[in-house]
Every structure is written in structure tokens, then in C-alpha cells.
Antibody, heavy 118, light 106 residues
Framework: QVQLQESGPGLVRPSQTLSLTCTVS??????????WNWIRQPAGKGLEWIGR???????NYNPSLKSRVTISLDTSKNQFSVKLSSVTAADTAVYYC??????????WGQGTLVTVSS | SYELTQPPSVSVSPGQTANITCSGD??????ACWYQQKPGQSPVLVIY???KRPSGIPERFSGSNSGNTATLTISGTQAMDEADYYC?????????FGAGTKVTVL
């Protein structure tokens, strides 16, 4: 299994853009075996899928976030990233990156807390 | 939009069987997965493709999926199984999670 590690600012101002990166180790992000996903979890609440990207660069997004989300690959660094624009307090959450080889999310990062506050 | 419904909580005595349900329209036509999440930790996959167990997951975890309901069964529940459990399925190209069930081992 691959290992994943999220990184990025822990504090984002309202109306700004949240940007996070997931570094993949133990496997190539170029592999045509995996989808690379972002999932978030507000404190005390459930999991919400944000979206995923395939090695080809093709991405799928949660319809409820689609207008604000972009997921991209950086194959030179073996990383993938998420950008969420026009954030509000409702976007405060722990953000996870996860790999998907077939149907399930089989490996998860440790998560990173992003707080939206002025 | 597609929804998966789970009971908020399930209580079970040590050594007994816990059944956690997940309901959705024609869920049996999709593959269901289950994740275990303990406080402060990332989710861990415990069942995928309705009933398959990843390497390292104890045999006491099993799953089924038919009609509109998927079920995660924990047989011989242990104190270490106390956690939140989330079901998940794909509807087309969108992943959907249930709201989660807190399993308490009394």
C-alpha cells in the first residue's frame, strides 16, 4: 500500500482559496492503478468526499462542491493537490487524502486540520 | 442526490454480535464499503465490495449487501472495536458516505 501525507496552511481567511497538497510515497502517482482522492470531515461530523483525479488528469468532483474545487497532479513531485475557492467557516474541517485502487479508499493520510477564520 | 442512512448509535456487550445497517435506494446493486474510525485517527477500511476483508482485518468483521440494505457485522465484539463506522458506495462517479454509526461496547 502507498503512504500519503497532507500538507498546507492550517488557517485560511474567509473568501480566500484553500490549497492542500498530498505527497505519495511507496508508489508512483503516475500509476494507472490508482485514483487519488480528497475527503473532508468537520469536527464531530461525518465524512464528505470532495473529489478524485486519475493519472490521466481526468477529475471527478462532488456535485455540491464542483463549482469551487480543482484537483490536480504534480507528477514531478509525486503529489496531488486540491484547491477550494471562496471558503467560509463551513469549510473548516480535517482534510484527508486517500488512494483508491478499485472501489474503496484503501489508504488514507493522517489528515490535516484547516480552519477558516479571519 | 443519493443518500445512505445509518443508525446514529449501536450498543453491544463484549463478546456479542453488533449489526450496523446502511440503507440506500437499490444499494444492493452497488458495492458497499465500511470504514472504522477511532477518535483522533484516520478511517480504516474494514470491508469492501460488500463482504471482502482487507489484509489485517480480523475475521470477526463481515459484511453483506442485498436489496436496499448493507450490513456490517462484528461477531464476538471486543472493546477495541468501539469506534465510529461509516458505510460508503459509489453512485456513478460520485462517492457517498453514510453519516456514521457510533458503536459502543458496554
Amino acid at each position: 500500500q502507498v503512504q500519503l501525507q497532507e500538507s498546507g496552511p492550517g488557517l485560511v481567511r474567509p473568501s480566500q482559496t484553500l490549497s492542500l497538497t498530498c505527497t505519495v510515497s511507496g508508489g508512483s502517482i503516475n500509476s494507472d492503478t490508482y485514483y487519488w482522492n480528497w475527503i473532508r470531515q468537520p469536527a464531530g461530523k461525518g465524512l464528505e468526499w470532495i473529489g478524485r483525479i486519475y493519472t490521466s488528469g481526468s477529475a471527478n468532483y462532488n456535485p455540491s462542491l464542483k463549482s469551487r474545487v480543482t484537483i490536480s497532479l504534480d507528477t514531478s513531485k509525486n503529489q496531488f493537490s486540491v484547491k477550494l475557492s471562496s471558503v467560509t467557516a463551513a469549510d473548516t474541517a480535517v482534510y484527508y487524502c486517500a488512494s483508491q485502487e478499485t472501489t474503496p479508499f484503501d489508504s488514507w493520510g493522517q489528515g490535516t486540520l484547516v480552519t477558516v477564520s479571519s | 442526490s443519493y443518500e445512505l442512512t445509518q443508525p446514529p448509535s449501536v450498543s453491544v456487550s463484549p463478546g456479542q454480535t453488533a449489526n450496523i445497517t446502511c440503507s440506500g435506494d437499490k444499494l444492493g446493486d452497488k458495492y458497499a464499503c465500511w470504514y472504522q474510525q477511532k477518535p483522533g485517527q484516520s478511517p480504516v477500511l474494514v470491508i469492501y465490495d460488500d463482504s471482502k476483508r482487507p489484509s489485517g482485518i480480523p475475521e470477526r468483521f463481515s459484511g453483506s449487501n442485498s436489496g436496499n440494505t448493507a450490513t456490517l457485522t462484528i461477531s464476538g465484539t471486543q472493546a477495541m472495536d468501539e469506534a465510529d463506522y461509516y458505510c460508503q458506495a459509489w453512485t456513478g462517479i460520485t462517492a457517498v458516505f453514510g453519516a456514521g454509526t457510533k458503536v459502543t461496547v458496554l
